[in-house]
Structures are given as C-alpha cells and as structure tokens.
C-alpha cells in the first residue's frame, strides 16, 4: 500500500487538509504502507513558500512523518508533458485554438454549451493542420477527448459512484503556456510515484471520473479511491474561518497538543465502532480502517476539541509540559523567575493544575498566583466569601491561621488540622476552605486546596491568610 498528502501551498494547512493526512497516516501505519507527501505547486500565482513551510511544520508537530518527500509537483513537469503528448499521438486528445471569447459568444448566440462549440471547431482542425499551426507558433491548448458513455468506480467510503460522461467537458490537461493542468499532473505523478489509494476530502469528488477517465486512457493502473466528506461548522455550514480557527498552526498556537489534535481530527468522520473516545495515537494506528469513515460530514465542535484537549493534559508526562507552561510564562508579566527555573517545584505545581486544565493556556493563567505574589482578586468570589458575613469570616480565617501555623506542613496533616478545626467550630469544612481558597489564589476555584497550600508552601499561604484576615476583619 502506498498513500499520500498532495497540498497545495496556497494556503496554511488547514483543519480539512489535516485531517486528510491523518487518514492516509493512519491507513500507512495500520497497513505497514508509504506515505508519500507531495507538494502541488503548479499554481504559481498562489504558491508561497511560507505555506510549504506552515504545511510541513503542522504535520511534523502533529507527529504525522512521512516516507517520502516532500516531492514537489514541478519537478514532474516534462513527465506530465509526455503524457499530454502520448494522448495526443493516441488521438485521445486535441489541440485546441480557440479563443475562449469567441467560443463563448458562439455559445450564447447559438443556446449551447461552450464545450460543444470546442469540440466542433476541433474536428474541422484536422491532424496535419493542426501541427502545421503549433509548429507555426500558434497558441493552443491540449484538451482531453471525453469518451461517451458512463464512467464508474468504487470509493472505498462512498461505494459505486457513477458519473455520466455527457456531464463531463473535454477537459483542457495542458494550458497554451504550456502548463500542465491539475487532473492530468495528479493521474501522472500518482502513476508515477505508485500509488495504490487516493484518499482526500470530497470537495475532489467530482475530479475523480476525469482522473479515471485519464488513468484508462493512459492505461495506468487504477489507484482505490476513498473521498472523505466535508468537515461543518455548528450551523451546519462548511468549515471557514466565522468558525474560529481554521488554521492548525493557530490550535498549536492556543495551547492544544498535538495529541489531542491528532484524537480530535480522527473522530471528524470516523470512529472506532466502540464507545472510545479519548485516543492515544498508537490505539489510533490500531483502530484504524478507512471501511468505518462515515458517508455523511462531520461537525467541527470546538469543546469537544477542549475536552480532548484537557484529557490528554491530564495523561501527559508533567516534565514534558514544563517547557510549554514556561513559554507562555514568560510572555506574561509578574511572574518570579526563580520559581519558574525550579524544575521540581514547577512540577509540582504543573501536576495540580494539568488536571484541571483544558489547555497550556489555562495552566499558565492558574499558575499566576504561584509563580508571582501579584495577581488579581475576582470580586465575585471576594464579595461572596470574604464579605457577605465578615465577623464570621474573621474569626474562621483567625482560627485557620492559628490551626495552620502550629501544623506540619504536609497534604494529609493539613487537611487533618482544617477538618478538625471546622468539626470541632461546628461548621463545614468549606466555611473555613473557601475563605482561605481565596486569600491563597484570589479565585473561587483552584486545586485542591491542600496541594495548594503544599506548593504556595508556609510562609506564603501564612501571609497570604494573614493578609487577608487584614482586610475582612471589621475594626
Ligand atoms: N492538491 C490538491 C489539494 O490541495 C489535492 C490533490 C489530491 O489529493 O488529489 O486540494
């Protein structure tokens, strides 16, 4: 089995064109095949070499390699150009001279299809003047001859797909410039670079009978074709950027990790046929069959997206967050740099909040409190746990602090000191816990509230509570 990812770089890899890769990954893997990536850059008014390397970056961070490539469509030029002009010698296809204008306005007095004006005007071209006229320098376009009949293949998710081949135009495969077209270089270099599946988004389906049309002409050998369906917006409308982000680098740039991605993107019309979910990519590879991608388009949900995201946090080694949390520290203000450098205190405190974190951005937002001693109050949690009842709050933050301050300072010996102070006030445990939640980390929810303690660490949280009671109590 031999697969591919064909992009072309006129854009940045985009959420579809992504999920297009996985699959041909996936199948590669699961199949012991190649994957083989080439670039299609014949449209060079729209190739940027800024794409190829967004499109590159985006498969190796989200860990999908390729066997062999980047290829580059370019480079196969003069092979495309020999096949136009082997369907030429064949008769399987004509020189076209006409000029566009003229055969458009023919077609609209007479009432019919351009293509039926081209195709006219190239059977009174015969063969000998034909090459008597390219030889002499005029323009002409090489147009694929379109046999009657039907044409019909079998699409791994689709089934039998048939398309009358009335439907079909005689297709142009070489510009006047001499630039192959799109239908004719993807039969050649998939010929070519032995492709035995072509599997892309559906939006290719209707390219499909031209490309079989040509295989046969060529008699090349038949690749199996697999087209998955669209990927929608919430409205059911096709995915675009009044969606959010449509761009994969942009996910990678919120602090989703390629793993989640990968898990997300498999799911987009497809599963495992059991209740699975969440997926590691090797239970992906092993999963994995292209008969169980879904006919019908699959919806773009971005909280499913955090969920994964926040499940896959939550199974990751910590050590390997570390340097992803420390980026997006330092691109924010207040934090002490030496507490960030301590590998073994950020651990501990990357492993309370990747739990509870959807993204690498949520555990830098909640870090704030820890990594520096300025960070905000919510005014809501302060209003409701601080004010509503001062006297009271005093006097459980008094005796917290005086329970707290004569304690080890360890998880299990804290919690013991606060749970036995509340029973023994005659009050729930979170009369005392949520007011000093908020002292701690200026927020209504955090970890748990002893891990917190453990890695605010004693003098902090003292302070902390201290400073706080400095505040509530009623002079
Ligand atoms: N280059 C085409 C695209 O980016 C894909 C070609 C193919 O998969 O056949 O849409």
Redesign the pocket.
Known sequence: MRV?????P?GYLHVG?AR?ALFNWLLARKEGGALVLRI?DTDRARNRDEHTEAILHGLSWLGLDWDEGPLF?SEGVARHRRDVLRLLAEGKAYRDFSDPESVKAEAAARGVHPSKVVRERAVVVDEGEAERRAAAGEPFAVRFRVPDGETSFVDLVHGKVRFANDDIDDLVILRSDGTPV?NLA?VSD?HAHGITH?I??D??LS?TPK?VLLYRALEYPEPVFGHVPLILGADGKRLSKRHGATAVGDYEAQGILPEAMVNFLALLGWNPGDEREVMTRSELVDAFTPERILKKSSVFDLEKLAWLNGRHLAARATATLLPLVRERLAARTGSDPDRVADDAWMSALVDILKVRARTVDDIAEQAGPFVGDEFPFDEGAVAKHWYKDREATAAYMERTLAALRACEWDADALEEAVRGLASEMGVGAGKLIHPLRVALTGQAASPGIFDVLVVLGRKRSLARLENALGRVRVT
């Open positions: 591919r990812f064909a992009p072309s006129t064109g297009t299609e469509q799109y993807v998939d072509v892309r988004g939006d290719h390219n490309q």
